[in-house]
């Protein structure tokens, strides 16, 4: 079964500094997502990565994927308040496993 | 476009139950995904659907789930008989055709079995 590991699980870090969640992944896949949920609500899609050396930004927030590593990484640039919320990886082997496999999700709350 | 929308929002019942859960996925997307959420195993994904087609059920947990798509537009999830363990959020997505595109995800049913 895939195996799919984020960290750090919690993350406390204070508006205006940079930090980076982690997502690694224990099969071959070159289809990464990125999703944010908020307390009590949905899932909202943040990026997709789609190749090796993909990267995607958007706001204060950059994504990237090296597929040989099996490794994907969430770069916060100068936190603010308003990103804390829970961020999910995910990994698609449907084209070969038949499956989508979610991380276990970082919780980062941003100091103000 | 209205998004996925799922129903009931909020469902308790007691445990022996029948629990049927729907989902309407956004107009012309063609996979639909039944998602399980809970604070001990996180995000599950529990079956998907292609133009209909039950692809893969391998995370159903076990017979009391069953999931159908009669049509593009409507899904349910069934719990037959309704355990207090089945208690959790469940999510509803579906995605444009094609193996790169992004899921959009219901607003959920937040499940509790006495």
């Known amino acids: 079964e895939l195996k799919v590991e984020q960290n750090p699980l919690f993350l406390s870090m204070q508006e205006g500094k940079n930090y980076t969640i982690y997502c690694n992944y224990s099969?071959?896949?070159?289809?990464l997502y990125w999703y944010r949920q908020d307390p009590g609500k949905s899932l909202e899609s943040l990026f997709v990565?789609?190749?090796?050396?993909a990267v995607k930004q958007e706001g204060r927030l950059m994504a990237s994927l090296d597929t040989k590593a099996r490794l994907s990484t969430l770069h916060i640039t100068a936190a603010v308040h308003d990103l804390s919320a829970t961020y999910f990886c995910a990994v698609d082997i449907r084209n070969t496993g038949n499956q989508f496999y979610f991380g276990t999700g970082t919780s980062l709350t941003v100091i103000p | 476009d209205a998004g996925v929308i799922q129903s009931p929002r909020h469902e308790v019942t007691e445990m022996g139950q029948e629990v049927t859960l729907r989902c309407k996925p956004i107009?012309?997307?063609?996979?639909l995904f039944w998602y399980r959420q809970t604070m001990m195993r996180g995000l599950e994904l529990l079956i998907y659907?292609?133009?209909?087609?039950?692809?893969?059920d391998s995370g159903m947990p076990e017979d009391r789930f069953s999931a159908k798509m009669p049509n593009a537009s409507f899904s349910t999830l069934k719990i037959q008989p309704s355990e207090p363990r089945d208690s959790a959020v469940y999510f509803c997505?579906?995605?444009?055709?094609?193996?790169?595109?992004?899921?959009?995800f219901g607003p959920g049913t937040r499940l509790l079995v006495l």
């Open positions: 659907f292609n133009n209909n087609v039950p692809i893969d």
């Open positions: 099969t071959t896949s070159d289809r």
């Open positions: 990565l789609l190749s090796n050396g």
């Open positions: 107009s012309g997307h063609d996979y």
């Open positions: 997505a579906s995605s444009r055709p094609g193996w790169s595109e992004t899921q959009y």
